[in-house]
């Protein structure tokens, strides 16, 4: 059997929950430096894909119904067409500024887009109500958002919101390929 570090257990139990462990982490080293050992483990113990980049490191999985992360993007690309009908560098944006739940929660609320997508997302509550503290917890279980100060007043995203990005705007030249075929 390999020596696995002393963080093992830690480390797959964190991975396979979701989290994405990023680079200030304790745990980002041991996993950094053996990557490969632990592509190998994931891969042949799970049947997950490790992705590890100097800012984080995260499992990915085959699973297409993936709700959350579906989810995520919504509220992602939502924040986003708001920021970007403010005249703002939306990416830029996201990377470095923190938000007010206040703020957020009232945008999602008056979007047109409420009663068409965001209450099918776990978003809303089962009412259909904005809760956006619940969705925001479960992404700070994930290392994607980070609450700033000690209420869950404010928020900012982490490094991790890149990989986000890097799906969305791959699904957008997927699109416009197909778009510029069809024409």
Same mark, same amino acid.
């Given at each position: 059997?390999?020596? /696995?570090? #002393? $963080?093992? #257990?830690e480390i797959t139990q964190q991975l396979l929950?979701? #989290?994405f462990i990023?680079?200030? &982490?304790?745990? /980002?080293?041991? @996993?950094?430096?053996?990557? %490969?050992?632990?592509a190998d483990f994931f891969k042949q113990t799970f049947e997950y894909e490790l992705i590890a980049t100097t800012d984080y490191v995260y499992l990915k999985s085959t699973n297409e119904k993936d709700k959350n992360s579906r989810d995520f993007l919504i509220?992602? *690309?939502?924040?986003?067409r708001e920021l970007d009908k403010d005249g703002k560098d939306f990416k830029q944006e996201i990377e470095s500024e923190s938000f007010l739940v206040? &703020? @957020?929660t009232t945008f999602l609320s008056e979007s047109s887009k409420k009663r068409e997508i965001i209450e099918s997302t776990s978003i *809303? +509550? +089962? #009412?259909? !109500? @904005? &809760?956006?503290?619940?969705?925001?917890? %479960?992404? $700070?279980?994930? +290392?994607v958002v980070q609450y700033v100060g000690n209420s869950k007043?404010? =928020?900012r995203f982490t490094k991790a919101v890149g990989l986000?990005? !890097? =799906? *969305?705007?791959?699904l957008a030249n997927e699109k416009l390929k197909d778009e510029t075929i069809e024409n």
């Open positions: 059997m390999l020596p /696995f570090p #002393k $963080q093992h #257990k929950n979701g #989290k990023l680079e200030n &982490d304790e745990l /980002f080293t041991p @996993i950094y430096l053996d990557r %490969e050992m632990y509220f992602l *690309a939502l924040l986003c206040e &703020d @957020i *809303a +509550n +089962n #009412k259909g !109500d @904005i &809760d956006l503290v619940t969705f925001l917890n %479960e992404w $700070q279980r994930r +290392n007043l404010k =928020f986000f990005f !890097d =799906f *969305a705007t791959t």
